[in-house]
């Protein structure tokens, strides 16, 4: 029979559209809850009107306000008077370090009073079972109820109740490593749903999530997961723990699992003097990940963090609830993601885009004058101002990741950011990407150089958010084309950069030059949000008498067919005038040894 993800009580799935803003998830009732919530209210008009026997059964998927992500919890009891739902075990899905700590209603940060109502769907609910495709496990006498779809004879199906969490556990130590061990050709399906186990936060990006998965690796070397099929997973698909070298994550199909596909992560309590018991040197390429995240959102196909020098490349990633590859923090760096392409991602949440990282540490700005009344993070690296000591990133700390050759493409009809560098990324080298509905943000942090990428019809222009004096960005030798005429692409803008929160003194970045911007309203412009005062465009004349982009162009950049999406330069192009060197995306995605029986129709 069909994988059966959900156990769906109210309100019914929406199969015309199962995502958040769907009829499947209905609104909370009161915004003014708090956070962590305990319990919140429903509105009876929305709500089910029948009366449940076992509501401690039931269990909460709710979108906090930013959708940012997703929590799940079992409920407590469900005042039916007062139309609360009390909540229990549960919550823990997001970073409450992070995401929490500013809220003043369920999930409503200071940064986003503007942002979309919480929503939820509640499932196990015997009461509820009223549509195809729902169930309900009455575990007191070991019966499952299950309303099976008009075209389903459940006399000739084939039920299978999912038991295990772990199909493959291999398990040595830095000490005493396991080695050699290769598995491949498997079919790994329908493992144990893990999203009520408890969750951790491995470092301070946004996410959480349970130390877990179908294929666990822990104290490994040179060993490989390759040309396996991880079908309907229910949680991580594969998990690759603490101190792990040259593992190869290879030829292999992802669809359906609970939450991520490859996760790389470490216990940070474990890194003490000289032992880095982290993931370092592993292979993620060549894999085909979609359509997960069935019961988390806040997941990604790649999630990395605390580790190093891993490659991750050749992968196709699509259909995701957010990012297509998370790097959860800035430690070791030195990672090269290459020949990748991603789409439709963010298709649940907001922020982010194919590909997102935090790095959230020293760079903090505790300086309250600056922090918090002008907007966030405005000085350089490391000096003492008062009492107050200013953290950030030296030239040397940390090794380069580098983004190169991947092709990412959206199509934006929501805002999305793309290669977005958040919150304190540094070091990092991207060059030779084409991104088609998106760019590039940066935001607090250092040390990035962006050059020679194709950014066509971003609906986020190339950003600089929360810079800092004295930074070491470059935008150099780029293509970036904007338009307010594509059919179905509203969200599309005319400018060439956004500058939120400019530093309080000093250039934007350190070098911005040798650009070609085009745009068929034939003319572009700098939009700049200060800190304090209005928002103000300014013409490429402008932007360039205030001493940037002084060699850029604005001309066509000469596609050899950007109607079929053949964004390849004709001789001519004046970008190559300027220094832009051509790329051949092509490359990109899965390689020739792809299993053929893993390959999508």
């Known amino acids: 029979m069909e994988s059966v993800k959900h156990g769906r009580a109210t309100p019914n799935y929406d199969r015309e559209n199962p995502l958040v803003n769907g009829k499947g998830y209905i609104d909370v009732g009161s915004e003014e809850e708090k956070w962590p919530p305990v319990e919140f209210r429903y509105n009876p008009e929305a709500f089910t009107k029948r009366r449940w026997a076992k509501p401690q059964e039931a269990i909460v998927f709710m979108f906090p306000q930013d959708y940012w992500g997703n929590l799940q919890w079992r409920v407590k009891d469900i005042d039916w008077e007062g139309h609360v739902v009390k909540l229990g075990w549960g919550g823990f899905q997001i970073n409450e370090q992070e995401f929490g700590r500013a809220a003043t209603g369920i999930g409503r940060s200071k940064l986003y009073k503007n942002a979309f109502g919480s929503r939820f769907f509640i499932e196990n609910v015997f009461e509820e079972l009223d549509a195809p495709g729902e169930w309900w496990l009455d575990r007191d006498h070991g ?95 594969v998990f690759v723990n603490n101190y792990n070298q040259r593992i190869r994550i290879y030829g292999n199909k992802f669809t359906e699992a609970g939450d991520s596909a490859v996760c790389l992560v470490v216990s940070k309590s474990l890194i003490q003097g000289t032992q880095r018991p982290f993931p370092m040197e592993n292979t993620i390429s060549n894999n085909l990940i979609h359509d997960c995240g069935i019961f988390g959102k806040q997941i990604a196909g790649v999630f990395i963090s ?106 934006p009809e929501r805002d999305k950011l793309g290669i977005d560098l958040d919150d304190g990324s540094s070091h990092y080298h991207i060059y030779n990407n084409l991104c088609v509905g998106m760019s590039v943000k940066l935001r607090e942090g250092d040390y990035r150089t962006v050059e020679n990428n194709i950014f066509i019809h971003p609906s986020n222009p190339p950003g600089f958010h929360q810079g800092y004096e004295n930074d070491h960005d470059r935008f150099l030798r780029n293509i970036v084309v904007t338009s307010l005429k594509l059919e179905g692409w509203g969200n599309t803008r005319v400018d060439c950069y956004q500058v939120l929160f400019p530093p309080l003194h000093g250039p934007i970045a350190q070098d911005l030059n040798y650009n070609l911007f085009f745009s068929d309203t034939g003319q572009i412009s700098a939009l700049i949000e200060p800190r304090q005062g209005n928002t103000i465009r300014y013409s490429l004349e402008h932007w360039q008498i205030l001493g940037y982009d002084q060699h850029s162009l604005f001309a066509d950049p000469m596609f050899v067919d950007a109607a079929n999406a053949d964004y390849r330069l004709k001789p001519e192009s004046p970008a190559l005038k300027l220094g832009f060197k051509s790329f051949d995306i092509h490359k990109a995605g899965l390689l020739p040894d792809f299993p053929v029986q893993w390959r999508n129709p």
């Not at 499952?144 to 038991?163: G, K, Q, R, V």
């Not at 877990?212 to 396996?228: M, Q």
């Not at 004058?369 to 003492?384: C, E, F």
């Not at 101002?385 to 959206?410: L, M």
Request: hydrophobic letters at 30%; a negative charge; one cysteine or more.
């Open 306 to 411: 605390i580790s190093e020098r891993n490659l991750i490349s050749h992968n196709v990633i699509y259909n995701m609830p957010q990012a297509g590859i998370c790097i959860n923090d800035g430690w070791g760096g030195g990672h090269v993601v290459e020949f990748n392409e991603i789409h439709d991602t963010v298709r649940e949440t907001t922020d982010h885009g194919p590909f997102n990282s935090w790095r959230r540490g020293r760079y903090r700005c505790f300086q309250q004058s600056h922090s918090h009344a002008h907007g966030g993070v405005s000085h350089g690296a490391g000096y003492q101002e008062g009492n107050d000591y200013v953290f950030s990133y030296p030239q040397e700390d940390g090794a380069v990741t580098i983004i190169r050759n991947n092709y990412f493409h959206e199509k």
């Open 143 to 237: 019966t499952l109820y299950y309303m099976p779809p008009d075209d389903l004879d459940l006399s000739s199906a084939t039920l299978e109740a999912p038991i295990l969490e772990r199909v493959i556990d291999i398990r040595g130590s830095q000490k005493d490593p396991i080695h050699h061990i290769t598995f491949s050709g498997f079919r790994i399906a329908h493992t144990a749903s893990t999203f009520l186990n408890l969750y951790e936060a491995p470092s301070r990006g946004d996410w959480t999530l349970y130390r877990g998965g179908a294929v666990f690796i822990e104290g490994a070397e040179d060993c490989a997961i390759e040309k396996c099929f991880f079908d309907a997973v229910g949680g991580n698909a």
